[in-house]
């Protein structure tokens, strides 16, 4: 099983600022299938990024995904008040998914 | 396009539960279904996936044994059921279209285990 770790845990910034979150795997990811995904309370999962740099239709582009192998990036450029969420990353690469535990962008 | 899943369910430790999720407006074979829980204040966790075509399961190691997944292609719905419940598995219950892009997901069926 591949383990996904993400950092921080918690990223305080204030809106109009710019955020970058990592997520680290055990082993290298197949095909560099690695999503990002956005939650809000009540609310499932928002797909923002797929093949590690893909955004996801109407996905605006201050989100960008990077990286390869076991280091994969996460990066939103201008905050928005919307943006304030927690964000995990989910490896799809082979038979068995995992998500990172996930970290939350708040308000500064 | 989307999975329309089961109502809400309370069930008692020890029972079992199965929630159903119903595809549409897309080729229900050509996508496999996963299954994802999210316990209160946690992250998402995966449980396994059915390759609805064949019938292929994978199933985390976290359920093996207590887990079955199944798919009825007459009707485009797939079947998770879930045995020898316990507290801890009260969590919202997602369903989620496989893919490059895995991005079609239920809008979630609340499980309670409560005595």
């Known amino acids: 099983e591949i383990v996904l770790t993400q950092s921080p845990a918690t990223l305080s910034l204030s809106p109009g600022g710019s955020a970058i979150l990592s997520c680290g795997a055990s082993?290298?990811?197949?095909?560099?299938?690695l999503s990002w995904y956005q939650q809000k309370p009540g609310q499932p999962p928002r797909l923002l990024i797929y093949?590690?740099?893909t955004r996801a239709p109407g996905i605006p582009d201050r989100f960008g995904g990077s990286g390869s192998g076991t280091d994969f990036a996460l990066t939103i450029n201008r905050l928005e008040p919307e943006d304030f969420a927690i964000y995990y990353c989910?490896?799809?690469?082979?038979?068995?998914?995992?998500f990172g535990q996930g970290t939350k962008v708040e308000i500064e | 396009v989307q999975l329309v899943q089961s109502g809400e369910e309370v069930k008692k430790p020890g029972a079992s539960v199965m929630v159903s999720c119903k595809a549409s407006?897309?080729?229900?074979?050509?996508?496999?279904i996963s299954w994802v829980r999210q316990a209160p204040g946690q992250g998402p966790e995966w449980m396994g996936r059915?390759?609805?075509?064949?019938?292929?399961?994978n199933y985390a190691q976290n359920f093996q044994g207590r887990v079955t997944m199944s798919a009825d292609t007459s009707t485009g719905t797939v079947y998770m059921q879930l045995r020898s419940l316990r507290p801890d598995d009260t969590a919202v219950y997602y369903c989620?279209?496989?893919?490059?892009?895995?991005?079609?997901w239920g809008r979630g069926t609340q499980v309670t285990v409560t005595s």
């Open positions: 407006g897309y080729t229900f074979t050509s996508h496999g």
């Open positions: 059915i390759t609805v075509n064949n019938h292929n399961t």
């Open positions: 082993q290298s990811i197949t095909n560099n299938f």
């Open positions: 989910l490896q799809y690469g082979g038979s068995l998914w995992t």
């Open positions: 989620v279209r496989d893919g490059i892009d895995p991005d079609l």
């Open positions: 093949g590690s740099s």
